[in-house]
Every structure is written in C-alpha cells, then in structure tokens.
C-alpha cells in the first residue's frame, strides 16, 4: 500500500548537514511517510550518509543522478515517489517533530489543495529565530483560505514549509525551473490554481543559515546568481500579469523591497566584465516593476534604482561599496539601516560634469532624521528603577557645542510626571561618539501610583537637536542589552515587570499575580512553591506535553491566607527526548499553568535557574523574558549563568561559568568567528576547569581584538565535546542575560559580551 506522504530530499556536497536533516525525518511523529533522497552527483561523502539511512530504515530510498542542480533534482525525488500527499526538504535543514502530523492532520480535516505553515531560521552563531516574512504571513491559523482572498500569500515564495494533495500537483503539471531561485514561480502558481489553502501558525520546517555563508540564498551577489534571481521574478511578474492583476501591489512591493535592492548592492562584487551583463538584466527588471513601488524604497535604495536606470555602472559599484562599509547588506538591515550619512551630506558622485542621478536624491529627507532610543540597562535599586540608554535624531547635525535638550517622563494615562535625566557620551548609530547617552530613574514611589490609571505606563521620550525637535515613545529592549529585565515588588502586593511590548518598553503592572516562590530538586521530584492570585480549597497545575497534558494536584494552605501552594512534579514525567519542539537545540520549551483561569506563574521567588539531570536530559526551571515560568528540557550540555571581567598580571581576562551536572568531560571551550564566504573558522581556546557542580572559562581580552585594519568581529562561545560530536554554542542563562551586556575598553579598542538569540558572543571592534 502506498505511503500516505512523500518527502523528496534532493542533496549536494552537504556531508556535514545531512545527517541531521534526515535524523530530524525519522523523529516524526507522522510515521506513514516515504522519504526519495535524490543524490544530485556529490562527491563528498553525502552519499554514503544518506545510504546508511537507507539500510537502517526502510522508509528511505536513495535515487542517483548527475549534477543537474536543486529543481531537476526536486523534478526527480517527485518522478520516484508514490504518496498520496508530496513535500520538499533541503538537505541542510530540519523539520520539527510534529510538522507533518499538523499539515497532513490539516488537509485531511479541510480538502485543501495545499497545506503551509510557519518557519525558524537558525544557525549556531545566531541560534533559532522567527524568518521574517513567514512569521508575518503565518502570524494566525487560516484553514481554507486562498491567495485571492488572503494576499500575503503572495509573499509565501518558498517551497518546503508546505505539503502538496499529490493529485493536485499533477493535475497541474508543476515542475521546477533549471535555475536557482526556482521555488517562486512554481508556489505562486500553485497558491492561484488552489481551490483553498490552509495556513499554520506553529513553525513546521527550520531553515539552515550558514555561518560560512555557502547556502544558495547566501551567496547572492555572484552574477550567476543574480542573474537567475532575475530571470524567477520575471517569471513570477508575467504570471501576476497573466493571471492576478489583483496582486500587482504586493507582489511588486515585495520584489522591490527584497530582490531589486539585491541585485543593484550585487554591482559591488561581480567582477568587472560582468556589469555590463548585470546592467542589461536589471534594467529589463526594474522597468517591469511598479514606480510607485520604487518611490516607496528607502533613500539609498531609490539612489541605487535611480543609478540602474541610466545604466551608470561605477556609481551603482560605489554605492554598493558604500553600503557595505557599513554593514547594510540585507533586507531586513536595510529597514533598520544604520544610514552613513549627516543631513544634507551627500554620496559619492560620479566625476565630470554628467550627472546620472538627480542632486534631490542625495539629499536626506527631514523625515528620514527619526527619533531613534535604545536601552541597554535595567536595573532596580531601594529606591527606583533605574534605565540607561541612548536617544537619538538620526542623522541629525550636530550642534557645536553639543547643548542637545532631552526630557523623559513617566506616563500614566493622561498623566506625565517629569524624570530627572542624566546625559553621558557614548557611541551613536553611526559608530561616533557623541553625547546620546541617557539615564533615568523612575521612582518605585512613582511606579505604586500607576495602576489606578487603569493604563500601562511607559517613558515618553522628548528631544531637541538644534532645528529638530522629535518626541516618541523608549523603545523597546534591544538586541544585546538587558533582554531578561527583573520585575519588582512597589508595594506589599504590586508586581511592576518592566518587557518590551513589540518596539516599545513597558512597564507591566501585575497585582496579586500568581507566583512562584521557589524551586527545589527533591529525589526524582522537582517541587515548586509559591502563592496563588486568591485562595482555593483545591487547584491543579497542569504542564502540556507532546504525549498529552501533566496534571499535578497542589497542596494549598501554607502561608497563612489560602494561597500558598506547593507541588511535586516527577522528573521523569517531564522528560521527552523523541520529539523536541526544536530539531535544532533538542530542546522542548514547557509553560505550567494553572487550571484556575488558565493562569501563568510569575517567577518572582527564583534568583536563579534551577535545573536537574535525568535519563541523559537536563530539566531547568527558569523565566521568560516577561517573568513568567518556563521548563526546558534538552540535552545536557553547558551552559552560561555567570560572566564577570577579572583583572590580572596579564591584563584583563573574561571569564564565564556555569553550572555542570556530571563527572564527564563536556570537551573544550573556545570562541571561534567564522570567516566569511567560507566554512573556515578561527579559535581562540579558553582555560577551562570543571568540578563535579560547575564550570568556568576564561580568556585574555587582548586575545578577542581584531588585528589592524580588520574591523569589527564577532565571537561566540563554543564547547568542542570529545567524542566528535557537532560542536555547539553555549547557551546564556536567561538570569545572566538581564545583566548583560558587559563592556571594557583596553586601549583603543572597545570588547562587548553580550547576548544574541540565547547564544554569548563578543563583539570586538
């Protein structure tokens, strides 16, 4: 009888990869599956990898062919399989656990032509994050829905976060393109012939990032590849013409957000004899493309379209060159660009006395120069809470004699009360040091009188820079500082959590919230105490599992006024190794709720994550970055809880520790940066000591600074175990990362521990 799913996993040159992705297929927990490994002629040992798989499951079957490339190879997996629903997977990724059961689960359930769903992106460097346009596109569950009726879709370019009813892509003829960038033509036409599709908001399919950045979206800028790029959107322009006129907006939005900037930023690194070639082809694209689309484009973008369109090749390279300097290569960078240039200054022009762009265009729009605040402390003392920052008018001139106004208050509905600020100078958005830095402090005092207000109080922002004059919002906690702020009690029984609500900072009022107090490892038992919002003879603390909901009854009375609670939670209950939420880290993330209102508990009592080993997996009770308690369970591998700067003969040296649960050797600890546009990387190894309860590792700061001329470089923390498994990051505690970041100067030179996705790095420049 045939299998009700086909996965088609074509592969190339990806030995280092390809046995996890397959690992990830066989912890499915839809098992009626066949798996059509096509091997696209490698010569590295691929393979044999994916022949082994074969001989150990016979659910796999491996088809061989010569080099033809990704889509001939997708056209061949699909030619050999049988089931009666088809998806793809690229052999460097993984697939969560429960990816199929849900979009199989789901077309059974709705008859859909075609099931899609939510995507991660990862790497080690970086860990697991949100793909930027697919959490936007799958930010809810939509059940037979179609492109027409649901336009975002028309933003769902890839073809491996979906799977396929197998009669309907016969029906329709579908076969993928010889050129890279193949995915796009084929999905926009299967979301136009689909009688209805389903959207899935969990995340079925992790998308692989390379740190040597080898990956064909990676190398991007290669002629080869910005040629085919073209050539897909064409194809996927003449199809909107042809069949969609409805979805020109979004469609030509998009291509003019993500690809046209691409391939114009491409004229700083193909070789010279190409641009000519280069020209030709963009210009055949950005003249398909809606011009009011290209006069939505960010400034530098609208320099670069304006340079394609008469065809002036060296000023297209040196605004390129320009942007790469500072660092903004990419599509989302380019949203949050760090622009390299003061009001009314200009790029660099083409000599002589043509001009091929208008001088309007290098010119900074007033609105561009926007009020731009970062915080990168929070931290509580008796008195207040106190933030430190930055705030900003981006691209602003700069006065003389730096006499810039800057005025904070807390806002309580339609109340401001004034904050005294302090002023310091520090580094700005463009990397100079100017006098941007803030620090305020909040009255707990302050704080207590909010919450009649009935509003959630948040720090207004008011700034004057010479002529402008911008108000705002604190944004949000940014990337690297302060991710895990603490909460605190302003009074006997008012929670203040400071988080960041989307780009905002907020300060979270929580009255009699119900708590966790404390966290001990009893035996083979974890026991939790803490408060409940309001008494109750009888209540239930229920965690979810793959394998179905934990209940635990607690045992209410100590305290005193009904709501002091305990619970013991065997261990063993908690642990999950087949099927981890996350195919990449093997981790499964847990939230214990209550049954009593399906209520959270606020981890007020924990100072510190607390964690115990059983079966091989390591348990941690610790905190989301809103408070709340989290339970993860993983492999055991080391991780980070404690970072300090120590001074010595030799000079400063960083040191991190951690806590460590067993007499084996985890195996060496070192930061490693990879260099780009390569798999090679560089190690510089720490003086690591174990004891049977912990571990430390420290390192000269010297050791982490770039060499002359080289820039800005980043490290992350790496454990290299003994026994020739993969290397990977180690990951931060979260009560570490609410005092990160750490900052030292040592000579000219600036050295930052912080924390990106969970992972330490330090950034050196």
């Known amino acids: ?44 040992g691929s393979a044999e990898v994916a022949a082994q798989f074969c001989a150990d499951d016979p659910r796999f079957r491996l088809v061989r062919q010569e080099n033809q490339g990704l889509g001939p190879a997708r056209n061949t997996g699909t030619a050999h399989s049988t089931g009666e629903y088809l998806t793809f997977v690229d ?33 080690n460097t970086l860990g697991v994050r949100a793909a930027y346009l697919h959490r936007s596109i799958f930010a809810a569950d939509r059940e037979v829905t179609h492109i027409l009726e649901y336009p975002a879709l028309a933003l769902d370019r890839m073809v491996w976060n979906k799977v396929y009813r197998r009669s309907f892509w016969d029906e329709n003829g579908y076969e993928f393109p010889p050129i890279r960038y193949e995915d796009y033509p084929v999905t926009l036409r299967a979301h ?74 491409g004229f700083g690194s193909v070789e010279e004899h190409e641009r000519p070639a280069l020209v030709e082809l963009g210009q055949r694209f950005i003249r398909r493309l809606d011009p009011a689309a290209r006069a939505a484009a960010r400034p530098l ?55 091929s762009v208008p001088r309007r265009l290098y010119r900074l729009p007033r609105r561009d120069m926007r009020l731009h ?7 509580w003392d008796d008195t207040d809470l106190v933030l430190r920052g930055t705030a900003d008018i981006r691209h602003a001139p700069r006065p003389a004699d730096e006499t810039w106004r800057l005025r904070m208050s807390l806002v309580r509905g339609l109340r401001a009360v004034s904050l005294p600020v302090r002023r310091f100078p520090t580094r700005d958005t463009h990397g100079d040091t100017a006098l941007v830095g803030f620090e305020t402090r909040v009255p707990r005092r302050l704080l207590a009188a909010a919450v009649p207000d009935g509003a959630v109080p948040h720090i207004a922002v008011d700034m004057r820079v010479g002529p402008l004059h911008r108000r705002g919002r604190l944004s949000g906690i940014g990337y690297g500082s302060a991710q895990y702020p603490h909460g605190a009690w302003v009074t006997d029984d008012l929670w203040i959590q400071p988080s960041s609500g989307g780009e905002r900072f907020t300060l979270r009022p929580l009255r009699r919230p119900a708590e966790l107090t404390e ?16 008494p109750a003879a009888d209540a239930t603390l229920t965690v979810a599992r793959s394998s179905g909901t934990l209940r635990v009854p607690l045992l209410v009375g100590p305290g005193g006024d009904g709501r002091g609670f305990t619970a013991r939670v065997p261990v063993a209950d908690l642990i999950d190794a087949a099927t981890p ?62 970072a300090e700067v120590s001074d010595g003969d030799a000079g400063q ?72 498994t993969s290397p990977y990051a180690v990951q931060a505690d979260p009560y570490l990362m609410a005092v990160l970041p750490i900052d030292l100067t040592i000579g000219a030179a600036r050295v930052r521990l912080l924390p990106r996705a969970g992972r330490l790095h330090v950034e050196a420049d």
């Open 1 to 44: 009888m045939p299998p009700r799913l086909s996965v088609v996993v074509p592969f190339y040159n990806v030995a280092p990869y390809i046995g996890d992705c397959l690992r990830s297929i066989t912890r499915q927990t839809f098992t009626d599956l066949e798996v059509v490994l096509v091997d696209d002629g490698s010569s590295d």
């Open 91 to 123: 052999s460097d990724d993984l697939v969560p656990a429960h990816a199929y059961e849900l979009l199989v689960g789901s077309l059974d359930r709705t008859g859909s032509s075609l099931a899609a769903g939510n995507a991660r992106r990862f790497n």
């Open 192 to 265: 136009l012939d689909a009688v209805t599709v389903d959207c899935l908001s969990a995340p079925v399919y992790y998308w692989r990032e390379r740190e040597s950045g080898e990956s064909i979206t990676q190398q991007k800028y290669a002629f080869a590849n910005l040629a085919d790029r073209i050539t897909s959107a064409l194809t996927v322009l003449d199809l909107v013409d042809e069949r969609a006129p409805d979805l020109r907006t979004p469609v030509h939005g998009h291509l003019t957000e993500i690809d046209l900037p691409t391939i114009v930023q």
């Open 301 to 355: 973008d609208r320099l670069q379209f304006r340079a394609l369109e008469a065809g002036d090749a060296d000023l297209l390279r040196r605004l390129a060159e320009h942007r790469t300097d500072v660092g903004v290569d990419d599509s989302r960078a380019r949203r949050h660009a760090v622009l390299p240039w003061r009001y009314q200054s200009t790029y660099p022009t083409p000599t002589g006395a043509a001009r």
């Open 373 to 379: 605040t970062t915080l990168t402390r929070v931290e």
């Open 519 to 534: 966290a001990t490892v009893d035996g083979d038992a974890l026991v939790l105490a803490g408060r409940l919002a309001a």
């Open 581 to 642: 939420d996350d195919p990449f880290s093997q981790r499964t993330a847990r939230v214990p709720r209550l049954d009593r209102d399906d209520a959270l508990l606020l981890a007020t009592g924990l100072r510190e994550s607390v964690s115990v080993t059983h079966a091989g997996r390591l348990l941690t009770v610790t905190r989301s970055p809103g408070g709340y308690v989290n339970l993860f369970e993983g492999p055991v591998r080391l991780h980070a809880d404690a």
């Open 653 to 724: 040296r960083l040191v991190v520790a951690g806590p460590w649960w067993e007499p084996r050797d985890p195996g060496r600890v070192v930061w490693r940066r990879f260099v780009d546009g390569s798999d090679a990387y560089v190690d510089v190894p720490c003086h690591a000591t174990y004891d049977e309860k912990s571990w430390s590792a420290q390192v000269p700061a010297a050791n982490l600074l770039p060499a002359s001329g080289v820039g800005a470089i980043d490290w992350t923390l790496f454990v290299v175990p003994p026994d020739g």
